[in-house]
């Protein structure tokens, strides 16, 4: 594999925010998870109890040892096969932690916090990296190809807890998760002031590609700004389930 096609930097073919190429990542994603859903449809609707039990097993493991997969495949493109960098290369953004997040919600059944956190942070979240992926290189590079196979696995989990597993977050589940949340967002911040790093976005930089933060204000103001309004999302997405979770 040519080293240049390995490289995160220096595209030939640089990704924008609203390109051409942004739009068809988006369609193709678009149609991923259209057909996931047509698929677990299809698998629900077998008759026969143990081959529908059989299908639905195989595509739990698919789900769940693809997050992982796609996990180890960040981790070691950023840590071994580009020149490592401590302010980037280490899996500390909430879509990395999202991926095992998911792994776990898909595998153990029992997991509930698990299938809370992926379930909100998947819509209100991690949803930005689809909106304004922070993405220097096109298709010509493998950054791009990694980039859009770990962050699919996170909305295609979410599906298979919901569609599969019958998850319907309920209030301890939204009061959970910004416990969590508020808890992983104020150790990052705290770790990004120390070594001035960015890490969860909640350091003192911004991203070069345009983003929400970008009119959130100064740092650290917008901290409280991003917590406040990932907790009026969080309550939003909940808000459908409210009734469907209380019955």
Request: hydrophobic share 55%.
């Amino acid at each position: 594999m040519p080293i240049s096609f390995l490289a995160a930097t220096s595209s030939d073919l640089p990704f924008r925010t609203g390109s051409a190429t942004h739009l068809i990542s988006l369609a193709v994603c678009a149609v991923i998870v259209f057909a996931f859903v047509r698929l677990i449809r299809n698998w629900r609707a077998i008759p026969d109890s143990e081959k529908r039990h059989a299908k639905l097993h195989r595509l739990r493991l698919f789900i769940g040892c693809g997050c992982l997969a796609a996990w180890l495949m960040n981790v070691i493109f950023w840590a071994v096969l580009t020149p490592f960098r401590w302010d980037q290369s280490l899996p500390l953004q909430f879509c990395n932690l999202a991926n095992l997040i998911g792994a776990v919600a898909v595998m153990r059944r029992s997991g509930r916090l698990f299938k809370s956190v992926l379930y909100f942070w998947a819509t209100t979240l991690c949803i930005w990296a689809f909106i304004t992926p922070v993405l220097g290189s096109g298709p010509d590079r493998l950054e791009f190809w990694i980039f859009w196979i770990y962050h699919i696995f996170i909305p295609l989990a979410v599906l298979e807890t919901f569609l599969v597993q019958g998850f319907r977050p309920g209030f301890p589940d939204l009061k959970n998760t910004v416990l969590f949340t508020l808890t992983f967002t104020l150790l990052m911040a705290l770790i990004d002031r120390i070594f001035g790093w960015n890490y969860g976005f909640v350091g003192p930089s911004t991203p070069e590609n345009p983003t929400l933060l970008d009119v959130l204000g100064p740092y650290p103001l917008r901290l409280l700004w991003m917590i406040l309004i990932a907790s009026g999302l969080f309550l939003l997405v909940w808000l459908p389930w409210r009734k469907v979770a209380q019955a």
